[in-house]
DNA sequence: GGCTTAATCTATCAATCTGGTAGAGTAGTA
DNA sequence: TACTACTCTACCAGATTGATAGATTAAGCC
């Protein structure tokens, strides 16, 4: 399960997406508006910007602002820069790769070959994830009949 | 991320499935061959008997031993008696669910929607991914060349 | 220049989870 | 009845999670 801050930042990141090119807005604003705590919401903001995915705005008319197009921003990335890897295990992440000590022969473990599966697959999926993706999917929702109606 | 709880749980698994139908195996073995602190598998072991995948005999010539076939005990079984829900996000979890109080509706919301999609792949793959199909695999990479040897 | 606004930094905190240890108790088997 | 091996209770250190408080710095405006 990703932790309360990774979805806090996801509902953050998909607020200043549909404000894109609109100018910095207000931590409170996205605070009111995502039930975030405003405090916690700008220890999360400032990663962000440390990440190069958000930049901000100091004084009267400042606030936070998406530096990239919506659709080059993934949850891959979001969930990595909060939770650390996507891998279930240590021995089929890339970047957070470990070894498990008490295997002899990582090339001939069985259960690291089925979760390197379930970690490509993952992966996959959460790289075409973006926001923009997020936002197009709501609209899709939008302009369905509500599901089980039939 | 699993916990290495449930590394150890799938580890002594998988021992106990390639000894099935072979009569108990001491915890004491599983915990030297395994390399898992004795104490800490017993508890292990204890959860799994109590969730129907072991069972135990007592006494002389005692031990744990596997009660299903080893095709029968799947990944996500075992994530879910440890770790609790294979979902990202608790509002995509069947069993496990839970709704984001911050959300409006909840069937027009698209992070829901994307972690829909992994949730469902991510089960399907760890369903999958039982005792013998980790045997099985386990079986294939002896038989192949080792990766990146051309 | 001084005031206001708003981001930034530092520190702290309770609660929970994780991984692990110790030891007493109980029950089956030879 | 003695031995073996599982079972139960309790405890613990350290890390993580989710959150709060307060001081500081920087930018814009009159």
Redesign the pocket.
Known sequence: MI???TK?AINALVYLARRWEQG?V???EIARAESI?Q??L??I??EL?RAQILA?????????FLIRAPQEVSMAEVMRLF?GPIALLPCTAHRYYERCEECRNEHLCGIRDVFSVVRAATVRLLKNATLSEIMRREEALRNQPLPGEF
Chains 1, 2 share one sequence.
């Open positions: 932790s309360k801050k806090y910095p207000l931590i409170s705590p405090k916690f700008e220890a903001l400032l910007k901000s705005k100091k004084g009267k008319g400042g606030g936070y939770d």
